[in-house]
Nanobody, 124 residues
Framework: QVPLVESGGGLVQAGGSLKLSCTDS????????MGWFRQPPGQGREFVAA????????TYADSVKGRFAISRNYGGSTVHLQMNSLRPEDTAVYYCARARSAAAATGASSYSYWGQGTQVTVSS
């Protein structure tokens, strides 16, 4: 299975912003929901945000609502995660994933296609 590829991670001070991007190298993601998950140091992977295949429905974890925004272009093969007002607790490896359905799913079990992850580090 060809993985998705994330980019845009890095080191940022608290209160700053980063924008992550995810590219589906298969170029066939337009009919599938997409999601972002993250794994903080020493912890399990957790849901962050998801978007349906049309890009007109999104859902977010409570911890990032009002700060993060997921987006995609209809028919496109890329998805973005704009992260604002970053906090040290946002530090994690962020993963992009492709869902099996067209919906904006929140459970990792709904995703079958994962990227390698990109590191986001937020300093205080």
């Amino acid at each position: 299975q060809v993985p998705l590829v994330e980019s845009g991670g890095g080191l940022v001070q608290a209160g700053g912003s980063l924008k992550l991007s995810c590219t589906d190298s298969r170029r066939t993601s337009s009919n599938n929901g997409m999601g972002w998950f993250r794994q903080p140091p020493g912890q399990g992977r957790e849901f962050v945000a998801a978007i349906n295949w049309r890009g007109d429905s999104t859902t977010y974890a409570d911890s990032v609502k009002g700060r993060f925004a997921i987006s995609r272009n209809y028919g496109g093969s890329t998805v973005h995660l704009q992260m604002n007002s970053l906090r040290p607790e946002d530090t994690a490896v962020y993963y992009c994933a492709r869902a099996r359905s067209a919906a904006a799913a929140t459970g990792a079990s709904s995703y079958s296609y994962w990227g390698q992850g990109t590191q986001v580090t937020v300093s205080s």
